[in-house]
């Protein structure tokens, strides 16, 4: 177990810097979750923790030492493949106790780990098979085992359930959650999948075009996102955005409103809106409260429903021509076609300057 | 309808069957001729030649042509020396090439894609134009034997070896290979603690069996084939291989064609012998490399 210090570390290939400058703190025993769109540099970010790329500037620090030049096997790290990246020709026993077999370990020692490794994965009954013999989420069972026999200071998983089912990845989510609290280890986990994220991070870090975006625990994520593109990445289904104008500003206090949206006074922070600036206003779609007597803040039409089971998604065309989402609970039943008024705690929601709108478009 | 498609289908199987024995035929008939025409006198054979009995074990046969063979050359010693120069060849090949493809492949060295631009142009020289500078070098250089500092490798095994150790088919046919292994097994080795050589000998080689046939069957001909190189370096009998024994039959004046043939099927064991060990591999490595 061990900390894990990011300072201002960069990657460029060529004259293309990929890592622009990033700052994370792992403390001992958390599990961190690097998340964000393809192509934010989350994997490359995690293969310069592994040593697997060099970095090219700033300093990566495992357990109070500097291990730039360090090779991957001098760091105590254990990496996790999203490719599994077990090997075909070596029964799983071998597998799991390769890491162990290369550095010598003796024939007790290997046989006491890989057993206590199987123990804690439930996959003593596959010891004796290939890997060709084995499902996806076995595979990834045995790669996970490898990693564990090895004690390492910090584990890294890249994109470990993208290639399972949906069923199976749940599954595999619980059990890589549970085994983070048996090994109290520090762990840093990449993935694109933001209910990953959620489910399992004590922290998460946000990245976005090798920049970090915002770092915080998951419920800081969902409920003060500092940017709209943090606003939008987490939370299913993703937050509405409306184009609103500012009315007035005050202080932290603005008030917003739109074709659609009455006058709505909101706490915004910090923030230097002017009146007859143009805004954006964020409300997740759990928080929308329709009801068909037309009254609330904000005004449309039902135009279609979605049956989840667990709740009702209902699209709304808003009355300025935009179209929102709300998450109402399963029972309730709006008709399509029928003029509904929505209403929301105005507490719960968020405003991002307009700029942002441009910045994500890059 | 259900008769005209089953039709098709047993015509269309009756056209592939035809052409596939009609090339099956084109393969085989010269080495049925060879075997066939082993049993035969001279006379026979060279009669016989002009028509279908040249594929047939008809006539006077005997094993007359193959004791008279082993009179007139010293056939074990060329087979052995054959097998023993292919052979040694063949499993340094193999080591030395694979090692410097997997370098090419899985280590990061400035300059290695314009060495192996410049090891891959070397295959368009073909050997013959460079026989004469390399046997002047042959010819010079020094080695420490069993007598001490010597000068001058001609009349050696290591002569009919070692330039042949390194060549570039066989490196990139284990560069093409190697490339398609997953990137992540060699870095979860590398995660793992395995020093690159535990990689290649632990991970990369045994995974690579189907190259490994076809480089060894590719290089196990040409080595056996060889003709002009060891008719230039070697002049003692003891160390010549077997296709510049063939010289010993055909620099006659009158060609013993039975004992040619004889000994023709004589020195073709070992070369099936090695292909029929070889050829389930071979077959499945040719069907995914796409290599001939």
Same mark, same amino acid.
């Given at each position: 177990?061990?900390?894990?210090?990011?300072?201002?570390?960069?990657?460029?290939?060529?004259?293309?810097?990929?890592?622009?400058?990033?700052?994370?703190?792992?403390?001992?025993?958390?599990?961190?979750?690097?998340?964000?769109?393809?192509?934010?540099?989350?994997?490359?970010?995690?293969?310069?923790?592994?040593?697997?790329?060099?970095?090219?500037?700033?300093?990566?620090?495992?357990?109070?030492?500097?291990?730039?030049?360090?090779?991957?096997?001098?760091?105590?790290?254990?990496?996790?493949?999203?490719?599994?990246?077990?090997?075909?020709?070596?029964?799983?026993?071998?597998?799991?106790?390769?890491?162990?077999?290369?550095?010598?370990?003796?024939?007790?020692?290997?046989?006491?780990?890989?057993?206590?490794?199987?123990?804690?994965?439930?996959?003593?009954?596959?010891?004796?098979?290939?890997?060709?013999?084995?499902?996806?989420?076995?595979?990834?069972?045995?790669?996970?085992?490898?990693?564990?026999?090895?004690?390492?200071?910090? *584990?890294?998983?890249?994109?470990?359930?993208?290639?399972?089912?949906?069923?199976?990845?749940?599954?595999?989510?619980?059990?890589?959650?549970?085994?983070?609290?048996?090994?109290?280890?520090?762990?840093?986990?990449?993935?694109?999948?933001?209910?990953?994220?959620?489910?399992?991070?004590?922290?998460?870090?946000?990245?976005?075009?090798?920049?970090?975006?915002?770092?915080?625990?998951?419920?800081?994520?969902?409920?003060?996102?500092?940017?709209?593109?943090?606003?939008?990445?987490?939370?299913?289904?993703?937050?509405?955005?409306?184009?609103?104008?500012?009315?007035?500003?005050?202080?932290d206090r603005v008030v917003v409103g739109n074709g659609a949206l009455d006058p709505l006074q909101i706490s915004a922070e910090g923030s230097s809106f002017?009146?007859?600036?143009?805004?954006?206003?964020?409300?997740?779609?759990?928080?929308?409260?329709?009801?068909?007597?037309?009254?609330?803040?904000?005004?449309?039409?039902?135009?279609?429903?979605?049956?989840?089971?667990?709740?009702?998604?209902?699209?709304?065309?808003?009355?300025?021509?935009?179209?929102?989402?709300?998450?109402?609970?399963?029972?309730?039943? $709006?008709?399509?076609?029928?003029?509904?008024?929505?209403?929301?705690?105005?507490?719960?929601?968020?405003?991002?300057?307009?700029?942002?709108?441009?910045?994500?478009?890059? | 309808?259900?008769?005209?498609?089953?039709?098709?289908?047993?015509?269309?199987?009756?056209?592939?069957?035809?052409?596939?024995?009609?090339?099956?035929?084109?393969?085989?008939?010269? $080495?049925?001729?060879?075997?066939?025409?082993?049993?035969?006198?001279?006379?026979?054979?060279?009669?016989?030649?002009?028509?279908?009995?040249?594929?047939?074990?008809?006539?006077?046969?005997?094993?007359?042509?193959?004791?008279?063979?082993?009179?007139?050359?010293?056939?074990?010693?060329?087979?052995?020396?054959?097998?023993?120069?292919?052979?040694?060849?063949?499993?340094?090949?193999?080591?030395?090439?694979?090692?410097?493809?997997?370098?090419?492949?899985?280590?990061?060295?400035?300059?290695?894609?314009?060495?192996?631009?410049?090891?891959?142009?070397?295959?368009?020289?073909?050997?013959?134009?460079?026989?004469?500078?390399?046997?002047?070098?042959?010819?010079?250089?020094?080695?420490?034997?069993?007598?001490?500092?010597?000068?001058?490798?001609?009349?050696?095994?290591?002569?009919?070896?070692?330039?042949?150790?390194?060549?570039?088919?066989?490196?990139?046919?284990?560069?093409?290979?190697?490339?398609?292994?997953?990137?992540?097994?060699?870095?979860?080795?590398?995660?793992?603690?395995?020093?690159?050589?535990?990689?290649?000998?632990?991970?990369?080689?045994?995974?690579?069996?189907?190259?490994?046939?076809?480089?060894?069957?590719?290089? *196990?001909?040409?080595?056996?084939?060889?003709?002009?190189?060891?008719?230039?370096?070697?002049?003692?009998?003891?160390?010549?291989?077997?296709?510049?024994?063939?010289?010993?039959?055909?620099?006659?004046?009158?060609?013993p064609w039975g004992e040619v043939m004889a000994y023709l099927t004589i020195i073709t064991v070992p070369v099936l012998a090695f292909y029929l060990a070889?050829?389930?591999?071979?077959?499945?490595?040719?069907?995914?490399?796409?290599?001939?």
């Open positions: 177990m061990a900390t894990v210090r990011l300072r201002d570390v960069r990657k460029s290939y060529g004259s293309v810097e990929v890592i622009k400058g990033v700052d994370i703190d792992i403390e001992d025993g958390e599990f961190v979750v690097f998340v964000g769109p393809s192509g934010c540099g989350k994997s490359t970010l995690l293969r310069m923790i592994a040593g697997l790329e060099d970095i090219s500037d700033g300093t990566l620090e495992i357990d109070g030492q500097v291990v730039n030049d360090l090779e991957p096997k001098q760091r105590g790290i254990a990496m996790v493949f999203q490719t599994y990246a077990i090997f075909p020709h070596m029964t799983v026993r071998e597998n799991v106790a390769f890491g162990l077999t290369i550095a010598g370990a003796s024939k007790e020692e290997k046989e006491r780990k890989v057993a206590e490794a199987a123990r804690v994965l439930q996959m003593e009954h596959l010891l004796d098979r290939r890997p060709s013999q084995l499902s996806g989420g076995q595979r990834q069972r045995v790669a996970i085992g490898r990693a564990i026999v090895r004690d390492p200071k910090v *584990f890294l998983f890249d994109e470990p359930l993208s290639n399972l089912d949906a069923a199976l990845r749940m599954n595999m989510r619980m059990e890589i959650g549970k085994l983070h609290q048996d090994l109290k280890a520090s762990m840093i986990y990449v993935t694109h999948d933001q209910v990953e994220a959620m489910t399992l991070a004590d922290k998460i870090v946000v990245l976005k075009g090798g920049k970090v975006m915002q770092v915080g625990t998951p419920m800081e994520l969902y409920h003060n996102p500092a940017n709209l593109f943090v606003a939008g990445f987490l939370g299913a289904p993703s937050m509405n955005f409306l184009q609103v104008d500012v009315k007035e500003a005050a202080g002017r009146a007859g600036d143009r805004a954006i206003l964020g409300v997740r779609p759990q928080y929308l409260d329709p009801s068909e007597d037309a009254a609330g803040m904000l005004h449309g039409q039902v135009e279609l429903t979605e049956r989840l089971g667990s709740e009702t998604v209902v699209d709304i065309g808003l009355r300025d021509g935009s179209s929102i989402i709300a998450a109402i609970s399963e029972d309730r039943v $709006l008709k399509a076609g029928s003029n509904i008024g929505l209403t929301f705690d105005a507490t719960k929601a968020h405003l991002f300057p307009h700029e942002e709108i441009r910045e994500e478009a890059h | 309808m259900a008769t005209v498609t089953s039709d098709n289908r047993g015509l269309r199987l009756w056209t592939r069957y035809a052409v596939l024995i009609l090339v099956a035929v084109i393969f085989v008939f010269p $080495l049925l001729f060879m075997v066939m025409s082993s049993f035969k006198p001279s006379t026979q054979l060279l009669l016989d030649s002009k028509s279908l009995r040249a594929f047939l074990p008809v006539g006077d046969l005997s094993l007359q042509n193959y004791t008279d063979a082993f009179i007139r050359a010293p056939i074990g010693v060329f087979v052995f020396n054959s097998v023993l120069v292919t052979g040694v060849t063949v499993v340094l090949c193999l080591f030395v090439c694979s090692l410097a493809a997997f370098a090419f492949v899985f280590i990061d060295w400035s300059g290695k894609a314009v060495i192996f631009s410049v090891l891959l142009a070397t295959l368009i020289i073909p050997y013959e134009t460079i026989f004469i500078p390399l046997l002047l070098m042959a010819s010079q250089l020094p080695w420490i034997g069993a007598d001490g500092f010597e000068l001058g490798w001609l009349n050696t095994y290591r002569v009919q070896i070692v330039p042949f150790i390194a060549d570039a088919l066989s490196i990139f046919l284990f560069v093409q290979f190697f490339k398609d292994l997953p990137k992540e097994l060699i870095e979860a080795c590398r995660v793992e603690g395995a020093s690159w050589w535990t990689i290649y000998r632990k991970v990369v080689m045994p995974l690579s069996g189907p190259v490994i046939a076809t480089a060894a069957i590719l290089k *196990f001909l040409f080595m056996y084939n060889q003709f002009l190189w060891p008719l230039m370096v070697v002049q003692e009998e003891s160390i010549r291989p077997v296709m510049v024994g063939l010289g010993y039959f055909t620099d006659q004046l009158n060609v070889l050829q389930r591999v071979f077959i499945a490595s040719v069907a995914s490399t796409g290599v001939k």
